[in-house]
């Protein structure tokens, strides 16, 4: 074995976003793209010599490759061991956890999330820090800029690791350890909720369904729903990782997760259903003919607490990102903690849950997560929600209707256009912002606006600021429409339209939301004009 030096020259656009570099497969399969930007991580990590990374992929397209290729890089800029999944398979929150758990300096993912994979599919890779959540901008901002200078890349000459075989290998003077992918999550996951109480009520009867979507949580959901939990087997759906996803779009929505939503709204359907994503972080929450907002299960989570052993000491605080509804703040209120208001990014809730100023954490992109780890966690949430309806014995709409009841229903929904062109998204964004300051105490349909403004946040544990997050249109009776374009995407632009208003009369509590909407719906076109722009009629995916 040797170690090689090889000579390259930066690729423009290699900035982080929200989470992590993505591009398609056949940007990351160039030579040299994928060694820049991993070197460019070991050229800003100060004192790694020596320290534990965590390593592991979801399995998609290019993971195998790309891990071989990471572990003899990190042999040859001195890292002394790394724990890699076995098969390379590690979900996002489980990276989180081992991290943790074994004091590791830090640790790479190499996932897109939601994002489609395959040959033409995309393709990603993020570094997490000590904390076990996503690098800060000052961390992401400085791979960026030596992404910019560098010339050179350090890697091993040597065979590659046998990903699929348990114990210890050595790569030079690297040693790698090939974990088993589940035990140490599972292990957490067991000291967080009652797994007796929700193995009972699932043996009376409970019918779930889990549609792990051929991504990387199917051996974590068939290990834990159908192992330690004892769901027949069955109840886990699409649960063999592969490649491309089964050619299908690894994101848990009413969209992308048709098959399940048809289960849950067909006759005879199972009690509860649930879906996760690509890497495993993000979750959807069904009951038989029933959905739940991503916004509405933070606050129902958050109101149910005590009922789960993991937090049945309380709350310190909510944190939710800013297009989340208002849900939370409701339910914060009440318990008589903060919930604080961050940009979107899982990153923003670190600095919160590192200084006990949080215990849950949600975004209205399918994302929930809490102090057990640094990222949001699609199993922990479904796991939350069985321990919650064994605990009650009660139907998931009964839950969600009863909180409606007690805390007025912040009525929601997201609009996505996808794939617009980059330059039109932008132009709308600008033009929208120089009409901000001419709307303040302007009527607009039935209501008047109260503050319109782009979202700014400042740290209040470290001070930091972060700017131009997202635009928010407010209104006095307290809905809301909000603007943002999305960093999660790798071909043209994505603009995400927030809509919310606030509904206390249980009467109303039952309208569908895009009828309840309708003159929000009506308002966002017309301020931002959107289909006179995009030339989008209407969004490509409706939450």
């Given at each position: 074995?040797?170690?090689?030096?090889?000579?390259?020259?930066?690729?423009?656009?290699?900035?982080?976003?929200?989470s992590?570099l993505?591009?398609?497969?056949?940007?990351?399969?160039?030579?040299?793209?994928?060694e820049?930007?991993?070197?460019?991580?070991?050229?800003?990590?100060?004192?790694?010599?020596?320290?534990?990374?965590?390593?592991?992929?979801?399995?998609?397209?290019?993971?195998r490759?790309?891990?071989?290729i990471?572990?003899?890089m990190?042999?040859?800029?001195?890292?002394?061991r790394?724990?890699?999944?076995?098969?390379?398979i590690?979900?996002?929150?489980?990276?989180?956890?081992?991290?943790?758990?074994?004091?590791?300096?830090?640790g790479?993912?190499?996932?897109?999330s939601?994002?489609?994979?395959?040959?033409?599919?995309?393709?990603?890779?993020?570094?997490?820090?000590?904390?076990?959540?996503?690098?800060?901008?000052?961390?992401?901002?400085?791979?960026y800029?030596?992404?910019?200078?560098?010339e050179?890349?350090?890697?091993?000459?040597?065979?590659?690791?046998?990903?699929?075989?348990?114990g210890?290998?050595?790569?030079?003077?690297?040693?790698?350890?090939?974990?088993?992918?589940?035990?140490?999550?599972?292990?957490?996951?067991?000291?967080?909720?009652?797994?007796?109480?929700?193995?009972?009520?699932?043996a009376?009867?409970?019918?779930?369904a889990?549609?792990?979507?051929?991504?990387?949580?199917?051996?974590?959901?068939?290990?834990?729903?159908?192992?330690?939990?004892?769901?027949?087997?069955?109840?886990v759906?699409?649960g063999?990782?592969?490649?491309?996803f089964?050619?299908?779009h690894?994101?848990?929505?009413?969209?992308?997760?048709?098959?399940?939503?048809?289960?849950?709204?067909?006759?005879?359907?199972?009690?509860?259903?649930?879906?996760?994503?690509?890497?495993?972080d993000?979750?959807?929450?069904?009951?038989r003919?029933?959905?739940?907002?991503?916004?509405?299960?933070?606050?129902v989570?958050?109101?149910?607490?005590?009922?789960?052993?993991?937090?049945?000491?309380?709350?310190?605080?909510?944190?939710?990102?800013?297009?989340?509804?208002?849900?939370?703040?409701?339910?914060?209120?009440?318990?008589?903690?903060?919930?604080?208001?961050?940009?979107t990014?899982?990153?923003?809730f670190?600095?919160?849950?590192?200084?006990?100023?949080?215990?849950?954490c949600g975004?209205e992109?399918?994302?929930?997560?809490?102090?057990h780890?640094?990222?949001?966690d699609?199993?922990?949430?479904?796991?939350?929600?069985?321990?919650?309806?064994?605990?009650?014995?009660?139907?998931?709409?009964?839950?969600?209707?009863?909180?409606?009841?007690?805390?007025?229903?912040?009525?929601?929904?997201?609009?996505?256009?996808?794939?617009?062109?980059?330059?039109?998204?932008?132009d709308l964004?600008?033009?929208?912002?120089l009409?901000?300051?001419?709307?303040?105490?302007?009527?607009?349909?039935?209501?008047?606006?109260?503050?319109?403004?782009?979202?700014s946040?400042?740290?209040?544990?470290?001070?930091?600021?972060?700017?131009?997050?997202?635009?928010r249109?407010?209104?006095?009776n307290?809905?809301?429409?909000?603007?943002?374009l999305?960093?999660?995407?790798?071909q043209?632009a994505?603009?995400?339209?927030?809509?919310?208003?606030?509904?206390?009369?249980?009467?109303?509590?039952?309208?569908?939301?895009?009828?309840?909407?309708?003159?929000?719906?009506?308002?966002?076109?017309?301020?931002?004009?959107?289909?006179?722009?995009?030339?989008?009629?209407?969004?490509?995916v409706?939450?």
């Amino acid at each position: 074995m040797s170690f090689r030096t090889v000579s390259t020259t930066p690729f423009s656009g290699q900035k982080p976003g929200t989470s992590g570099l993505r591009k398609q497969v056949k940007v990351f399969q160039q030579p040299h793209y994928l060694e820049n930007f991993v070197q460019s991580i070991f050229d800003v990590l100060e004192g790694s010599a020596g320290q534990t990374l965590v390593v592991g992929g979801d399995g998609r397209y290019y993971n195998r490759e790309a891990i071989q290729i990471l572990l003899k890089m990190a042999a040859a800029n001195g890292i002394g061991r790394v724990l890699v999944g076995q098969g390379g398979i590690l979900s996002t929150p489980a990276v989180s956890c081992i991290i943790r758990k074994y004091g590791a300096y830090g640790g790479i993912i190499l996932s897109a999330s939601h994002n489609p994979g395959g040959p033409e599919g995309d393709f990603g890779i993020k570094y997490n820090i000590g904390n076990g959540g996503p690098a800060p901008e000052k961390v992401t901002e400085a791979i960026y800029a030596r992404t910019q200078q560098i010339e050179q890349y350090r890697i091993l000459e040597a065979p590659d690791v046998d990903l699929d075989r348990l114990g210890e290998q050595s790569l030079g003077s690297l040693k790698v350890r090939v974990i088993d992918s589940v035990t140490d999550y599972r292990e957490l996951m067991e000291h967080l909720f009652d797994f007796d109480l929700i193995h009972d009520y699932l043996a009376s009867g409970l019918r779930i369904a889990f549609d792990a979507m051929h991504a990387v949580t199917g051996p974590y959901a068939r290990a834990i729903l159908q192992g330690s939990l004892g769901a027949p087997a069955g109840s886990v759906i699409h649960g063999q990782p592969l490649p491309d996803f089964g050619g299908g779009h690894p994101d848990p929505n009413l969209v992308y997760a048709h098959e399940l939503v048809e289960l849950l709204f067909g006759e005879n359907g199972p009690d509860f259903g649930a879906a996760s994503d690509g890497d495993g972080d993000r979750n959807m929450i069904l009951g038989r003919k029933f959905y739940v907002t991503p916004s509405d299960s933070l606050a129902v989570l958050a109101a149910n607490a005590h009922w789960v052993p993991g937090y049945r000491e309380g709350l310190a605080g909510i944190a939710r990102s800013m297009p989340t509804s208002q849900a939370a703040d409701r339910v914060a209120a009440k318990l008589g903690i903060p919930c604080y208001e961050t940009p979107t990014g899982w990153k923003f809730f670190g600095n919160l849950l590192d200084a006990g100023k949080a215990t849950l954490c949600g975004e209205e992109s399918f994302g929930t997560g809490s102090n057990h780890v640094r990222e949001k966690d699609g199993l922990w949430a479904v796991l939350f929600w069985l321990n919650i309806l064994a605990a009650r014995r009660q139907t998931v709409q009964q839950i969600v209707q009863e909180h409606w009841h007690t805390y007025g229903r912040n009525v929601y929904s997201r609009h996505d256009y996808e794939g617009i062109d980059v330059v039109a998204a932008q132009d709308l964004v600008e033009n929208l912002r120089l009409t901000l300051p001419g709307l303040v105490g302007k009527p607009l349909g039935s209501q008047t606006v109260a503050y319109a403004d782009d979202f700014s946040y400042t740290d209040p544990i470290d001070g930091s600021t972060s700017s131009k997050q997202g635009i928010r249109i407010g209104f006095e009776n307290g809905s809301r429409i909000v603007y943002r374009l999305s960093g999660t995407g790798t071909q043209g632009a994505t603009l995400r339209v927030y809509l919310e208003q606030f509904e206390p009369d249980p009467a109303n509590h039952g309208l569908d939301p895009q009828t309840a909407l309708a003159e929000h719906i009506q308002l966002a076109d017309h301020l931002a004009q959107i289909r006179a722009r995009t030339g989008r009629q209407q969004p490509d995916v409706i939450t």
